[in-house]
């Protein structure tokens, strides 16, 4: 059987090396992102002269298999915790109790195939599988609120709050008092005759971060504000600027957060303009502000800037504890924590099933309209998890059960004395 993809080893040859058509290839270039990014799903065309990109392209497939080598990068990680064991461990891994092993579905729109009876953590902040699904989800809905709000006439603002930030601030405590500077802010007096004088209708808010050798964790907030004043969309975007400006850079004072300048501590941006400028993150694909909201951990940063998922991928790469611990502190910042937070009454308004609100819920569940592929025993799952190939079996199953079985019969079986010592 020719060699398929490790889990744990995501790197380009392996990737480029799955008998299954055409997943990714680099045609003989650099890869996009080095340093970084070469074990990212991204692939890239590109000037040998200029190193500027011409044509980056995207492959979900790659995409799925990232998935599951991050989310293995990120179990290794968090099974040095002491105390409880964390449930990403056991996320699409561990055959819920009572089952009769792991079924094999597949959507009969669009192919895909996915597997059930698995216990789900529903982590957003730690779990890129979860995540995806997620993430997905939610930019739905606050794509359909935004068209639903522009198509009856509304206007659409994109606001960033940043706070001032230091190589060694504490990120647990940023998160922790970023949240209250928000709130504070935003019931404050001027806010509140603001939200009346641009005919504000609500908002949907997400929290992220970065983080930066020589300037730290750098946790923001992106807020897409909708309103319906009559006024120009400069006239209001200037006034939400100029009132919001100072009461931010106050209310982070008085939390113990420092001062945000008034240039840098928010920015407000045109949400249909917003558009083009965040398409620079991923210029492969379309890039809406609802993905802004929703897609902020899997974003490969530029430079000397990491996102959650690039501390995973730097530590699966190089093993550095530093990027363990960086991950570690972030889970530990983020954990529980909201990740899409709307307006009251929002949803209601444009009819978006508020059903599943909460975000584990959401990751167990699935809308689409699928069949039963196949039925892998236990006996099956565990070869296929000691072999770390949850990937593979996935993308393969799409390309039909009897190909995926002979491959799932060719892997050896578990060794014993190897068993004992995996911590997964
Ligand atoms: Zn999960």
Known sequence: MTQLFNESRADTAEITG??????????????????????TPQTAQFSTET??????????????????????????????????????LSCLRTILSGADGVLVKQSIKTGKCYFKNLMCCGSVWKCPLCNAKISEARAKE?????????????????????????????????????????????????????RISIEMDGYARSKETTWSTNNGHHPHYHQIVL????KSEEECMKEMKEVLSPIWSNR?????????????????????????YIAKFEKDRSWGLEKELTKSQSK???????????????????????????????????????FVTWSPGLKDKYDIDDSLAKDKELAKTSDEASKTLAQITHKD??????????????????????????????????YKKNRKKNPL
């Open 18 to 39: 799955i008998p299954l058509g055409s997943i990714t290839s680099y045609n003989g270039a650099t890869p996009l992102l080095a340093s970084k990014g070469e074990n």
């Open 51 to 88: 190193g500027e990109i011409l044509k980056p392209e995207y492959s979900p497939v790659a995409a799925t298999i990232e998935r599951y080598s991050l989310q293995r990068a990120s179990c290794e990680i968090l099974s040095t915790k002491r105390g409880k064991r964390d449930r990403t």
């Open 142 to 194: 606050i794509k359909l609120v935004m068209e639903a709000h522009i198509k009856a006439g509304g206007k659409v603002a994109l606001l960033t709050f940043t706070i001032p930030h230091k190589r060694y601030d504490d990120l647990k405590f940023m998160v922790k008092t970023f949240q209250k500077a928000f709130n504070r802010m935003w019931t404050s007096e001027p806010a509140k005759r603001l």
């Open 227 to 230: 309103y319906s004043s009559d």
């Open 252 to 276: 982070c004072e008085k939390v113990g957060l420092g001062s945000p300048s008034y240039e840098h501590g928010l920015d407000v941006r045109n949400g249909m303009n917003a558009a083009a």
């Open 300 to 338: 490969k940063s530029k430079g000397d800037s990491y996102s959650p998922w690039d501390f995973l991928r730097e530590h699966k790469k190089t093993g550095s504890k530093e990027m363990a611990r960086l991950f570690l502190e972030y889970a530990d910042a983020f954990q529980g924590s909201q």
């Open 381 to 414: 799952w565990k070869k296929i998890e000691f072999h770390h190939k949850r990937a593979n079996v996935q993308i393969l199953a799409e390309k039909g059960w009897t190909v995926t079985k002979n491959y799932i019969d060719s892997l050896p079986r578990p």
